[in-house]
């Protein structure tokens, strides 16, 4: 009778584990940075691809044509923004880590504000 049970247990266990969510074509996680780390001088990657990870602070809830990614819970976040349609990221991507793809770009504040950075991803990888 304790057999069948640990059995049981080990196989739901062994198939609850969950896959990550890719967007895009796959991650390059040869050369992966914290996103704290450009964060310090998002300038001095503008216009190179780099690969980042952090976690989810905010998603698009209107369209997920964009989140937020920010450095164990710290309070800056580096956004990374799609075309509308090209992914669509859930809502429940929040809390979660991540890692992305992409071209560092500008990312026009208005009149009134400094330009900010933001990533522009062909690659997406949402983990846990």
Known sequence: MFKPLLVLAFASTFFSVQAATVF??????????PVAQLLTKPQSYLQQVVTIEGTVDAVCSKQGCWMKFTADGGPAAFRLKVRDGDMVFPLSAKGKTAYATGLVTLWPQGEDKADGYQLVPTAVEIAD
Not at 24 to 33: I, Q, R
């Open 24 to 33: 895009g074509e796959p991650v390059d996680k040869t050369a992966v940075m």
